[in-house]
């Protein structure tokens, strides 16, 4: 576990931590690679039509001025990611669904690419109206933070390609001894940090946890061997090991969260979001969204307002 990978390989593991793990506003890293590039130029929303009913569900100050502000992260595929990294436009699912929900509801989002860590906190104090970054619902954040639902998704692990010392990672005690790379302010470093006594009550060594801001410091900490095994979104993890050269393994999923639009807790934005998530998945878009990004594993039915933590 102590040696490089081959230098394609490590290139293309550029794509392992996504945006719901604390990338940055500049985390545009290498070539995302083909398949995503392609999908970024498939323009799945034409056909949305503003809904009068969702958006007459819309506070009558925010119907007046047409405008919202939205804090969103920006990683690796199928999340946010930049296409070009000279124009630093995003594309991702987060996006077509932020896109899609505006025209929905009649209005324009004006969106400003944040850090990770920092969308949440800025919701409370005014900043942002919503934030995306694949955000999963928990309990804890169900304290301070609403949730308009639109996939789930969770946590999940990979490891290098040539690694097979770890398999299926279905209890964190398989970590003991390991040292774990993810992002910073996220759900993967809350539930590491929260379980490290398995180990200790095992009589084992305990797992390292590292956590990062940057995409950068956590692949080059598993590309030299300083880092074991990676948690991150399902769905990235997915994305990314799916890529020829990547050169990574998806170990399975960990976790199921719910994945939802952020409000500070009692906004009066929720049920107009609510009701323009429903209508995208009655008129056909949701699908259409889901199946351009490889993400139709993670459909839901219906979108709820802040609901429990998967148990």
Known sequence: MRHRLPAAAAAAAALLLLAACGAGPDASGPDVGASAASAARQDVLAA?????????????????????????????????FYPDAATKKPAGLDVDFADAVAKVLGITINREDAAFETILPALGSGKYDVGTGNFGVTTARLKTIDFVTYIDDGQGFAVRKDDTSLQAVT?????????????????????????????????????????????????????????????????GLRHQAAQPAAGTR???????????????????????????????????????????WGTADSAITESQISPPEHT
């Open 250 to 292: 998806f170990l399975g999923e960990f976790h199921r969260l719910d994945v939802g639009f952020a409000f500070k807790k009692g906004s009066p934005l929720t049920p107009a979001f609510r009701a323009a998530v429903n209508q995208l998945i009655k008129d056909g878009t949701y699908t259409r969204i889901l199946q351009k």
């Open 171 to 235: 209890d964190l005690v398989q970590l003991c001894g390991l040292t774990v790379g993810t992002g910073a302010g996220t759900t993967f470093e809350t539930t590491l940090n929260a379980k490290k006594n398995v180990c200790t009550d095992a009589g084992r060594k305990p797992y390292e946890v590292k956590a990062f801001s940057d995409n950068g410091a956590v692949l080059t900490g598993l590309q030299q061997g300083r880092i074991d095994v990676v948690m991150s979104t399902i769905n």
């Open 48 to 80: 949305v039509q503003k809904s009068d009913a969702a958006a007459a569900l819309l506070p009558a100050d925010v119907r007046a001025a047409g405008t919202l502000k939205l804090g969103g992260s920006v990683g690796t595929p199928p999340s946010a």
